[in-house]
């Protein structure tokens, strides 16, 4: 393998201008990787979350060529060239696209034309958050997911990239071979390690003041990131406290809202419970403004129902800032209770306003010291080059594999 034959094609279901944690990875990751000499192209639909078949066909960002096609019920077919192609990059684990793709691949392998190599990164998409599919459709996903699609991953990937621990084991527990699946997780951006005091925005730095004292959370809105938890607590601990939620809205994931339907129910529960002046929506903040809100926060707080691994959390704790999570998934593996920040079952608001208060309280202030300091120490080590880096090392050995193999 050449650098001047370096070739990726990347199928997944929406890129920039989407920016949600699959997008935020697939940008900076081969991005970082164009630059190492990767070509390196992205077939997606032409969809965002709330709009249907508005983006261009043909552009190019950060190096990394996009072609997007109009999204169908079988999902799209990506225009490839086989032959020219080093590896294929398969992001998250979708019935359409993915399988109908996963199916030529079995085909071109059984007939030995299979001449590339084929990576899948799920982003937990094989061991997703069932609750929140319809029943139709997590009988369907679910018995996919347990028989043919569990085959075609065996028999077809010749490698698995996991987020994290937590996906890596509950794969390996759904029947995918252990030896195909490596754990390389998540990254932060280079703005993360900028001095954020000093390059933060005359914009951000009003909006901070205007806040008073607020806990941050950084999640798209909608029912999985479980907001209704956070606005809950708002009640229970000081009223001059705000909740600033940075985040787009919408997904389409299983049955969940596409539109800003639950927004306006967190809206309607603000209201309900008297905090409606309390809870601030901005909509999408990036760079050193979306830390400058990290760092200035009086705590983070992402009461998710379930993650695969969870940028904003590492952003937090690149910060030095107390993380506040839930106790479910992969949350465990990033925040230690009471190491650098605490767990809190899923919907117990009134814990999470118990652990909110603690931090306030000037008599723990030694235990959040410590806190802030671990997380310090330890947010600066994963940087997206360097997750891009061990990437790049996977990929070149899947490719070099399958080249001495055929």
């Known amino acids: 393998m050449t650098d001047q034959n370096k070739k990726i094609d990347i199928v997944v279901k929406y890129f920039l201008p989407v920016m949600a944690g699959i997008e935020v990875n697939v940008l900076e990751t081969y991005s970082k990787l164009v630059e190492n000499g990767w070509q390196v192209t992205v077939h997606t639909s032409k969809d965002t979350y709330l709009e249907k078949n508005i983006l ?18 079988y999902g799209f077919f990506p ?44 982003h937990g998409g094989f061991n997703p958050e069932w609750s929140i599919f319809s029943l139709v459709q997590r009988l369907i996903k ?18 698995v990239r996991a987020v994290s621990q937590w996906e890596k084991r509950e794969m390996v527990k759904s029947g995918i071979e252990e030896e195909k699946v490596q754990t390389i997780t998540n990254g932060l951006e280079n703005e993360a390690f900028l001095d954020i005091e000093k390059q933060g925005s005359k914009s951000v730095r009003a909006e901070v003041k205007s806040y008073g004292r607020y806990i941050f959370g950084n999640a798209r809105i909608y029912e999985i990131k479980n907001q209704k938890t956070i606005i809950r607590a708002l009640p229970l601990i000081p009223k001059d406290i705000k909740f600033v939620n940075v985040g787009t809205v919408g997904s389409t994931i299983g049955n969940q809202t596409s539109t800003d339907e639950y927004l306006q129910r967190l809206k309607k529960l603000a209201k309900e419970l008297g905090v409606e002046d309390r809870v601030i929506f901005p909509g999408i903040v990036k760079g050193v403004d979306k830390y400058y809100l990290f760092k200035h926060a009086i705590c983070f707080v992402h009461m998710a129902i379930w993650e695969s691994f969870c940028n904003v959390v590492a952003e937090a704790i690149s910060q030095g800032q107390i993380c506040i999570v839930a106790n479910n998934t992969a949350l465990p593996f990033l925040v230690k209770d009471g190491i650098n920040g605490f767990l809190v079952e899923t919907h117990d608001y009134k814990k ?7 931090v306030l309280d ?31 090392k996977f990929y070149v050995q899947l490719v070099n594999k399958l080249d001495n193999t055929n």
């Open 56 to 73: 261009p066909e043909r552009s190019e960002i950060r190096g990394i060529k996009v072609k997007r096609y109009q999204f169908r019920w």
């Open 142 to 159: 679910r018995t996919y997911h347990d028989t043919v699609g569990k085959w075609l991953v065996n028999f077809v990937v010749d490698g």
């Open 79 to 122: 225009v490839i060239n086989y032959q020219e192609t080093n590896l294929v990059a398969l992001h998250n684990f979708d019935i359409f696209p993915h399988s109908h793709l996963l199916l030529l691949f079995a085909i071109k392998k059984l007939m030995g034309k299979k001449n590339f190599a084929l990576v899948l990164t799920p």
């Open 352 to 358: 999470l306003a118990e652990k909110i208060n603690f």
């Open 362 to 392: 000037p008599k723990n202030k030694v235990t959040v010291e410590n806190i802030q300091k671990n997380n310090l120490d330890c947010g600066q080590k994963n940087t997206w080059t360097n997750v891009a880096e061990k990437m790049g």
